[in-house]
């Protein structure tokens, strides 16, 4: 490899910016438990004049990867080519979620638009505080020429880019205008990606110059680093405290989230329940915490949650949030908890999360705060009734799921839920089930019987259209030899089919369950729900009058998926659909599966919502729909209180 002009110092590599960072992290490790992995597995990239001669050159040259010190090779940085570079991070986040926010990907791209395009994978992977490390290229530091190519000129800040739209987005974020400036900067990267308190996107801008510039690196920036995940034990007070409000309780309920699945705290928690009787509802992050069959899984919570988890959350008076942020889904915008002395206390590693709804905190990892509650709680265990109450309940529910995954007939067109009640019948336990946004999450949340702790994935935190089939490639990666499910309705394909591509390019064997029901499904019927009548949300031809309320429009999403590369099995019927889903099960190449359903007006056939979301209704307004819906909001948004 080339020096440069000048020989390196002693004790120093002469390597470019770009050069730098990849020999760094490729010798970045985390380790939890005793168990050690790679901290940024592999890149994501599309290369651009932003990038291309930077990190580009970097993955490609050989001498970076030599171990530090020594002639022996070091970690291969594996890169993946990608069609999207916001799909690009959704699965970089799918792969981090999957392998327990330990290890994650890292995704480089072009300045202009290349970069902006990260924005809302990086808002997803912050809001649900999943890790991924963002490496846009940027302007040229030295300004030879100003503006370059793709730039954005601000006429009163000259060191402001088109970058900077990523800063509310990322949990730490830094332009390295200097080469020296990538030592402190890549150190803080790696502290925040794996701080479970911290974590998020981060974003180190690179601007196209200094990726090129050589520079003379200490050795012992290219050491082999250990990042070390940290598990809080609880405050002794906050923790007596906390012990004093759950043997005071006689209706406890527990609500998990995605933070049991970050601690990797499911066996902690089946003991604690097992051990005090107290049920379990799950927000759609903490679905699986406990399995569908354990007698104290009373299913989800919230808007999209059943009857007998949110009659328990109706009727608690101590609420136990484990590692939720309590969104508005899951407090029913603030009118599910209605005990007149309702308490909460919440288990979380951040204090933020803690000390929500005026909240006892304890703040801890989620093991082992549950570890410490189910010590100090040891002769503890709800009343015998209060466990009857649940389970009866439980049962019942379970007998309406029955109801809407029914097939009376083999030859119809499926329903949504029947198309989940089929799949249902097909999995085990292997299977992964990803979804994030439509009318599929609601029926999932209520539906879908989690047979392990991580095949619930649902991404609802930002619930981004489009994140279903670059996040199943991500997943697949991290859990190779599982099944991986991709489920997305006709709105959300035509968002971000792209990485179709990509999984038949590297053979990542993703199953697409495409479902067909000509417009938006959800939104359409929460447009009729306030008023609004279902405008703009069917994919209709437009009528004479203005109205989208001609025939559907002759799109062909099973033609499209097929010219992208993937094989392609069409479903007419409840019979053709079992047979399809099983054979793309045990496909060993990307397959979808496309079913059209019943129309929009009967898409979603589940038991109605059980609780209240606020979305506010017009204050006044001539039309009649829209003056019932606003009747209706003011009797449901009188029921909203604030905890103290």
Same mark, same amino acid.
């Given at each position: 490899?080339?020096?440069?002009?000048?020989?390196?110092?002693?004790?120093?590599?002469?390597?470019?910016?770009?050069?730098?960072?990849?020999?760094?992290?490729?010798?970045?490790?985390?380790?939890?438990?005793?168990?050690?992995?790679?901290?940024?597995?592999?890149?994501?990239?599309?290369?651009?004049?932003?990038?291309?001669?930077?990190? #580009?050159?970097?993955?490609?040259?050989?001498?970076?990867?030599?171990? @530090?010190?020594?002639?022996?090779? @070091?970690?291969?940085?594996?890169?993946?080519?990608?069609?999207?570079?916001?799909?690009? $991070?959704?699965?970089?986040?799918?792969?981090?979620?999957?392998?327990?926010?330990?290890?994650?990907?890292?995704?480089?791209?072009?300045?202009?638009?290349?970069?902006?395009?990260?924005?809302?994978?990086?808002?997803?992977?912050?809001?649900?505080?999943?890790? %991924?490390?963002?490496?846009?290229?940027?302007?040229?530091?030295?300004?030879?020429?100003?503006?370059?190519?793709?730039?954005?000129?601000?006429?009163?800040?000259? =060191?402001?880019?088109?970058?900077?739209?990523?800063?509310?987005?990322?949990?730490?974020?830094?332009?390295?205008?200097?080469?020296?400036? !990538? $030592?402190?900067?890549?150190?803080?990267?790696?502290?925040?990606?794996? =701080?479970?308190?911290?974590?998020?996107?981060?974003?180190?801008?690179?601007?196209?110059?200094?990726?090129? /510039?050589?520079?003379?690196?200490?050795?012992?920036?290219?050491?082999?680093? %250990?990042?070390?995940?940290?598990?809080?034990?609880?405050?002794? =007070?906050?923790?007596?405290?906390?012990?004093?409000? $759950?043997? *005071?309780?006689?209706?406890?309920?527990?609500?998990?989230?995605?933070? +049991?699945?970050?601690?990797?705290? /499911?066996?902690? !928690?089946?003991?604690?329940?097992?051990? &005090?009787?107290?049920?379990?509802?799950?927000?759609?992050?903490?679905?699986?915490?406990?399995?569908?069959?354990?007698? *104290?899984?009373?299913?989800?919570?919230?808007?999209?949650?059943?009857?007998?988890?949110?009659?328990?959350?109706?009727?608690?008076?101590?609420?136990?949030?484990?590692?939720?942020?309590?969104?508005?889904?899951?407090?029913?915008?603030?009118?599910?908890?209605?005990?007149?002395?309702?308490?909460?206390?919440?288990?979380?590693?951040?204090?933020?999360?803690?000390?929500?709804?005026?909240?006892?905190?304890?703040?801890?990892? @989620?093991?082992?705060?549950?570890?410490?509650?189910?010590?100090?709680? $040891?002769?503890?265990?709800?009343?015998?009734?209060?466990?009857?109450?649940?389970?009866?309940?439980?049962?019942?529910?379970?007998?309406?799921?029955? +109801?809407?995954?029914?097939?009376?007939?083999?030859?119809?067109?499926?329903?949504?839920?029947?198309?989940?009640?089929?799949?249902?019948?097909? +999995?085990?336990?292997?299977?992964?089930?990803?979804?994030?946004?439509?009318?599929?999450?609601?029926?999932?949340?209520?539906?879908?019987?989690?047979?392990?702790?991580?095949?619930?994935?649902?991404?609802?935190?930002?619930?981004?259209? #489009?994140?279903?089939?670059?996040?199943?490639?991500?997943?697949?990666?991290?859990?190779?030899?599982?099944?991986?499910?991709?489920?997305?309705?006709?709105?959300?394909?035509?968002?971000?089919?792209?990485?179709?591509?990509?999984?038949?390019?590297?053979?990542?064997?993703?199953? +697409?369950?495409?479902?067909?029901?000509?417009?938006?499904?959800?939104?359409?019927?929460?447009?009729?729900?306030?008023?609004?009548?279902?405008?703009?949300?069917?994919?209709?031809?437009?009528?004479?009058?203005?109205?989208?309320?001609?025939?559907?429009?002759?799109?062909?999403?099973?033609?499209?998926?097929?010219?992208?590369?993937?094989?392609?099995?069409?479903?007419? &019927?409840?019979?053709?659909?079992?047979?399809?889903?099983?054979?793309?099960?045990? @496909?060993? %190449?990307?397959?979808?599966?496309?079913?059209?359903?019943?129309?929009?007006?009967?898409?979603?056939?589940?038991?109605?919502?059980?609780?209240?979301? =606020?979305?506010?209704?017009?204050?006044?307004?001539?039309?009649?729909?829209?003056?019932?819906?606003? /009747?209706?909001?003011?009797?449901?948004?009188?029921?909203?209180?604030?905890?103290?």
């Amino acid at each position: 490899m080339s020096t440069g002009p000048h020989p390196p110092r002693p004790g120093t590599r002469r390597l470019t910016t770009a050069q730098a960072l990849v020999a760094f992290l490729s010798r970045q490790y985390t380790e939890r438990d005793g168990r050690r992995q790679r901290l940024i597995g592999a890149m994501w990239g599309i290369f651009g004049h932003g990038n291309v001669a930077g990190i #580009g050159q970097a993955l490609l040259e050989p001498g970076v990867g030599t171990a @530090a010190g020594t002639s022996a090779p @070091a970690p291969h940085m594996p890169f993946y080519q990608g069609r999207n570079e916001q799909a690009m $991070v959704h699965a970089a986040v799918g792969f981090a979620r999957q392998s327990g926010r330990l290890s994650t990907h890292a995704v480089t791209t072009s300045i202009g638009p290349g970069a902006t395009n990260l924005v809302t994978g990086a808002a997803l992977a912050t809001v649900n505080r999943l890790p %991924v490390l963002l490496l846009p290229g940027d302007v040229f530091a030295a300004r030879p020429a100003d503006p370059v190519l793709q730039q954005l000129e601000v006429p009163y800040a000259g =060191d402001v880019s088109v970058n900077d739209c990523l800063r509310p987005v990322s949990k730490y974020f830094d332009r390295i205008t200097r080469p020296e400036a !990538l $030592v402190p900067a890549a150190l803080a990267a790696m502290r925040v990606l794996t =701080d479970p308190v911290e974590t998020g996107a981060v974003t180190l801008a690179l601007p196209q110059d200094v990726q090129a /510039e050589a520079y003379d690196w200490p050795e012992a920036f290219f050491a082999e680093r %250990v990042w070390r995940v940290r598990r809080p034990q609880p405050d002794p =007070d906050e923790l007596a405290e906390a012990v004093r409000a $759950v043997r *005071a309780a006689r209706r406890p309920l527990v609500i998990a989230g995605g933070g +049991v699945h970050h601690s990797g705290a /499911e066996r902690a !928690l089946q003991t604690f329940v097992d051990a &005090t009787g107290i049920p379990v509802a799950s927000t759609q992050a903490g679905k699986g915490s406990l399995q569908h069959d354990h007698p *104290a899984d009373v299913g989800a919570v919230g808007h999209t949650g059943t009857a007998t988890a949110d009659g328990l959350a109706r009727a608690a008076d101590l609420v136990i949030g484990i590692g939720t942020r309590y969104s508005d889904f899951t407090t029913a915008s603030a009118t599910l908890f209605a005990h007149p002395d309702v308490r909460f206390l919440n288990l979380n590693v951040t204090g933020f999360d803690a000390h929500k709804l005026a909240a006892l905190p304890l703040v801890a990892d @989620a093991r082992t705060g549950l570890e410490a509650l189910t010590a100090a709680l $040891v002769d503890h265990r709800v009343d015998h009734g209060y466990v009857a109450e649940y389970t009866g309940d439980k049962e019942r529910w379970e007998q309406r799921v029955g +109801v809407a995954y029914e097939v009376r007939d083999e030859e119809d067109r499926p329903t949504q839920p029947q198309v989940l009640g089929v799949l249902d019948s097909l +999995v085990t336990g292997d299977d992964i089930v990803i979804n994030a946004a439509g009318s599929l999450p609601g029926d999932l949340h209520k539906l879908w019987r989690a047979r392990s702790r991580d095949q619930y994935h649902v991404e609802y935190g930002y619930s981004c259209m #489009g994140y279903e089939i670059p996040a199943a490639i991500g997943v697949a990666m991290a859990a190779p030899g599982r099944p991986v499910w991709a489920l997305v309705g006709d709105g959300t394909y035509l968002m971000n089919p792209t990485e179709i591509v990509t999984a038949v390019q590297e053979n990542v064997p993703i199953k +697409v369950v495409l479902l067909q029901n000509h417009g938006y499904a959800s939104i359409g019927g929460l447009s009729e729900s306030v008023g609004s009548e279902r405008f703009g949300t069917a994919y209709r031809h437009r009528e004479d009058d203005g109205a989208y309320t001609g025939a559907p429009l002759p799109v062909d999403l099973a033609a499209n998926a097929a010219s992208l590369g993937m094989r392609v099995i069409r479903a007419q &019927t409840v019979r053709d659909l079992r047979e399809a889903l099983a054979e793309a099960r045990a @496909a060993d %190449v990307p397959t979808c599966v496309y079913v059209e359903t019943e129309t929009a007006d009967t898409v979603s056939g589940p038991p109605p919502a059980q609780a209240w979301w =606020d979305v506010p209704v017009a204050a006044t307004a001539t039309r009649s729909s829209a003056v019932k819906a606003r /009747e209706e909001y003011d009797r449901q948004v009188a029921a909203r209180r604030h905890h103290l």
